[in-house]
């Protein structure tokens, strides 16, 4: 079996030209006893769509798809590579929602991370209900969560916007969202992981225990280990949530609300989750019609502010109250409260009650949306970053209202704050290094190219703005990075740089995780 599998990878034309024939050292029986060759998939379908991802801008043909039904499969695959004259590399993929190539390994082999959860093994969800905590698998998909630990009244307590994505690809990230002001990204809400390094040891960490490894994955973009299994955090779930929105015509008092808001972080009077939008005019004007938030008739009254303010873009507020049956008489009047705080456009204040899935499950309705029309399978050239207060009303003066102002209506503009002291500094996401701001904005621009000629287009604004950050010394980071330079990357990590360079010599001295992130490349 191993035999053949190594016979026909030597056909596939690589890009890496890795060649697995020339060595079989073979690292274990465990090869044999686990069968992991009959678990790659090296078929042209199975490599196609392992080659591509939700960004559809970089492609990459890997040798195979690697299908594990347990963490020792991982385990295995690595100690196999590993045992070779030059490794292949090995890259586990969530659900390839990365928009820049980040889980593709050109001539080596992806994880189908997703296998872990089919058959035998698709309950990987457990949970403590004292404790107040869930144990899942690395490849289980946030809806999935929500809908298990609901069955108990439960809920974690950060999520992502859209939940058809995995715990592995979001804590290798982030995993931000509109409760991070309180509670910080997903990664601050995990107790211990399981990982298996690229020494294919598998390894229980948590703060306590090999705490290098656990801060090192969290954030860690797949470059030290494999995440398998993930502990974490669970509060009492609601049942209902009064989702607000409220419109600006002025980016200052947008982001001082925002901020007064995002600062009641402890005191239950404010809003359990707050995100923030711009509509550039244009997308008022010229947009889709309605939107699974704002009727057709509310975005022309949203349309017919900018027009009578004269505002480049309509800011607004994203607020959510949840609430439950003993809470009902009074949420109505805690939101009227916080709203008298408030200096947003009178009049301009838009609120749903809707069930707690229903809010959280907002972005599940806007993709089926956008598949019956066509236009989910398109490239997204998205660009995240994080700004620091200080510098986010020069950034929306030259951006919003500058490189972007005519950009053509495809897709979403997020802006909203959340307090710096909810990152754990130890862990490998990179936060803006400016020590005065104990605040920084998320700002994404999620936009889609549906029309010839467009993914250049974007692609030029992009780069403009990143240039716009660089030249006027934002100290803007990336989110979801992406850096095309080695320098580039060092940047990105600036202070802790030396000390991912020293873990990934550590957990993955070979260079053969997550290759298509670009930061470490094989020797040789
Ligand atoms: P993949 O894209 O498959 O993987 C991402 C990276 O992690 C790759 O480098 C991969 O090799 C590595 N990886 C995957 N699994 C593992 C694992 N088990 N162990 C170690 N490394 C692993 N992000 C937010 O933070 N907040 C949002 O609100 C948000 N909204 C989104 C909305 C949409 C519509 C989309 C498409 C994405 C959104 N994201 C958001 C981005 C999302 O967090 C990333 O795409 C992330 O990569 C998760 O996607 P995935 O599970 O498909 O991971």
């Known amino acids: 079996c191993l035999a053949m599998f190594l016979m026909i990878t030597s056909f596939i034309p690589t890009i890496n030209h890795f060649n697995i024939v020339t060595t079989v050292a073979l690292p274990d029986d465990d090869i044999f006893t686990l069968d992991i060759v009959s678990k790659i998939h090296t078929d042209h379908d199975s490599t196609a769509k392992a080659s591509s991802d939700f960004g559809h801008i970089v ?64 309950c990987r969800v457990n949970m403590s209900t004292d404790e107040l905590w869930v144990d899942v698998g690395g490849e289980q998909l946030w809806i999935d969560i929500l809908h298990a ?27 931000i969202g509109g409760q991070a002001f309180r509670h910080g990204p997903q990664i601050s809400n995990v107790h211990e992981l399981d990982v298996v ?32 299994r993930a502990r974490i955090a669970l509060e009492p779930a ?117 069930s707690y899935v229903e809010f959280l499950d907002r972005v599940g309705r806007e993709e089926q949306k956008l598949r019956s029309a ?44 959340m307090n710096k002291d909810m990152w754990d500094d130890r862990m490998t996401a990179a936060t803006p290094d400016d020590g005065e701001d104990d605040v920084f904005y998320a700002v994404g621009l999620l936009r889609s190219a549906v029309a010839a000629g467009e993914l250049e287009r974007l692609e030029r604004e992009n780069a403009a703005v990143l240039e716009f950050c660089d030249r006027e010394g934002i100290g803007c980071k990336q989110y979801l990075p992406h850096h095309a330079s080695p320098d580039g990357w060092r940047r990105h990590f600036g202070e802790k740089w030396s000390r991912v360079a020293a873990l990934k010599r550590k957990y993955d001295p070979w260079a053969i995780l997550s290759p298509g992130q670009g930061i470490f490349f094989p020797a040789g």
């Open 59 to 122: 492609e990459a043909i890997p040798n195979g798809v690697f299908h594990p039904t347990s963490p020792a499969d991982i385990a295995a695959l690595i100690r196999l590579s590993i045992s070779q004259s030059k490794p292949f590399t090995v890259a586990p993929r969530g659900q390839g929602h990365s928009a820049r190539g980040q889980t593709l390994a050109s001539g080596g082999i992806v994880i189908d991370m997703r296998s872990m959860g089919r058959g035998d093994n698709v």
């Open 149 to 175: 630990t609901l069955k108990h009244g439960l809920a974690p307590r950060i999520w992502t916007d859209y939940l058809r994505i995995t715990v592995g690809g979001t804590l290798s990230n982030g995993g």
């Open 197 to 228: 390094t690229g020494m294919g040891e598998m390894i229980t960490c948590s703060p306590d225990k090999h705490s290098d490894l656990f801060f090192a994955a969290l954030g860690g973009l797949g470059q030290f280990g494999v995440i398998t």
């Open 238 to 354: 609601s049942k209902r949530v009064l989702w607000v929105r409220i419109a600006y015509s002025d980016v200052e008092s947008f982001t001082s609300d925002q901020e007064l808001l995002i600062s009641k972080r402890s005191s239950g009077s404010g809003f359990d989750y707050i995100e923030g939008q711009v509509q550039l005019n244009r997308t008022l004007t010229e947009g889709r019609r309605s939107s699974s938030f704002f009727s057709a008739s509310e975005l022309d009254r949203l349309a017919e502010l900018a027009l009578r303010t004269g505002s480049t873009a309509i800011y607004y507020i994203e607020g959510a109250m949840y609430y439950n049956d003993d809470t009902a008489s009074s949420v109505n009047q805690r939101l009227e409260r916080l709203l008298e705080e408030l200096s947003f456009a009178p009049g301009f204040t838009f609120v749903r009650d809707v």
């Open 374 to 417: 066509g236009v989910w399978d398109v490239p997204h050239p998205w660009l995240n970053l994080f700004v620091p207060r200080s510098r986010i009303l020069d950034f929306d003066a030259s951006v919003v209202k500058g490189i972007l102002r005519d950009a053509k209506p495809v897709g979403l503009i997020l802006m909203y704050p």
